[in-house]
């Protein structure tokens, strides 16, 4: 039921501001014991799911999720995303059914945490999901491995804010 | 060396004619293997002539990385490090060495082939893992870090670029299995001018965030009309041959069948026993007896079990095998612009419907999707705002204002490419029994 989770995430803010973003976002929850398991690889700006991406693709196509592209520069483009009506709408009849309902309780606890993360700063968010994807059991070496993968200075403060994020 | 020549229906004549190394890495017994796997899976049910193997698709790769490193070394010598062609050209060849029974049909059963992959490269065991660390002790790890999507644990990350030229929306494996396919299939889309683009490629450093640079793979301005000929072989190779739904729904059988005989082996000590020997990897499991098994796992070990099965006393089990040995009795539906979370009612009905009519429907029922095939049309948005060399087709040209890089649809001339690659319809498929066609039909309408 990952697209109906993902779907209900995205419902649950007015937008999300980028892929990135919500690559991101989505890999902390995991980390936090969300129930969405993408597979994750560790990619030039952090972690990143083709898996996860596929599937906003997928949102997009089944007309559940509205994603617009803002050119930033000739070689940026900013994809916003946000739920449809028809999205909306599909999402409350799920919730009717008794799959739809054990579903939703799974998400539940997680919707809080995302809506904050979709207010943190975007290259902060991208550090810390690195600063996670590098954390197996010891915190200090992550922070150590995200300096010396991102070219930063291990005592940069957007880095220590990342951490403060990643290990909350 | 004495050269060695093998005849391919693509490019003529591949030649192995300057290390001698290379040819005993295609000697060994885990690239002969691919000899008796299908590239194409179950596609001969639906195009007949679809029965090439991966090796033959191995020595095609192999041959145009061989084509497009000798172009890049005229121009980026000082790019390579000492070791970097010797892997890459091993990446190559061994890249589909992982890859179990029909492919990508079976790989929630026999393990997802990149990771067998790496394991069969980095296992001191493997005679190819032994072969490679006699040319190089450094050469497993380096070539398994290009083929892994996720790094090994202490592996160095090898250059964008490199990953780009071995996995990525253009790399050389796209190159040879699009046209290799189109020409065995016999659905003539897959064509387009591959030569001009390996032989214009450039690399071009890029600056991604603060200080974290990497090389990109990128093509100038004048090679924009092949690449767009690519994506639209892509997307109609997709949409007449990798997604076609007769193939699709004998892939799916074939998964319910290996699942029946799994839940199967669960409790019935006997079915265990009475499988084939390299079957028994149905059971799980994993280290150096697991990659025995797997060795001798191919298409046709695969295809004897099943028939063996057409006999077996679970009546389930039977009559599945027997609807795939023989090519019928799947009946199928589609929706249009749908997600699985939305069908789900209609879906609980049908399920419910075919257990009281005295079929299993955890057996019986088959659900598919747009999103699910590892082979994919080129999706413009993907990326995101994370576009590297790797996860999109980049184009440079040092008058584009800012930086000079542009994804592949958003220049000028090609914007007509986002009408495929932008908001692809999701696509939703049902199979079932056919002679349960008409109620279910009605069900998931």
Redesign the interface.
Known sequence: ?K??WL?KLISSVTEVD???R??KSIYLLQRAGCPLQF???????GP?S?EL????????????ID?S?EPT???????KSKIKEKGKH?LK??EK?E??KD?YGQIKPFIPNFQSLNEEDP?VL?LAATVAYFNEGNWTEAQKQTAT????SKNDKNLKKAFALASA | MAQKLFRDPLYDYIAIDKDPWLLKLLNCPEMQRLRYINQLGLSQFTYPGATHSRFSHSLGVFHVMTQCLEYLEKDYRTAFDPGDKDALLAAALLHDVGHGPFSHATEDFFGNHEENCVQIITYSESTVNKLLTGVNKDLPAKVAALIAKRLPTGAKQPPLWQKSLISSQLDMDRLDYLRRDSLCSGAEYGNFDWFRIIHTIQLKEKVIKGQQKGTFVVWPDKSKFALEEYIFSRFYMYQSVYFHHTTRGFEGLLKKILQCAQDIAKNNKNFTKALLPPMKMLLGGKGDKYLTKFQKLTDHILLAQITIWQNNKNKTLSDLSERLLLRKGIGWTEIIAGTPFEMATKIGKVRKYLQSQGKDHNHYFIEDSTGIPPYKPYSSASAGEEQTSVNSIMLFDPQWSETGFCEITEVSGLKRLQAITKDQSSVLRYYFPKEHETKIKKLLK
């Open positions: 039921m697209d109906y779907a980028s892929r990135k919500l690559q597979s994750y690889i560790l990619h030039y700006y990143y083709f991406a596929s599937l906003i693709d997928q949102l997009k196509g089944a007309d559940i994603e592209a520069g000739l070689s940026n483009i900013r994809y599909v009849n799920f059914s799959t739809g579903m290259w991208e993968f991102k070219k930063l």
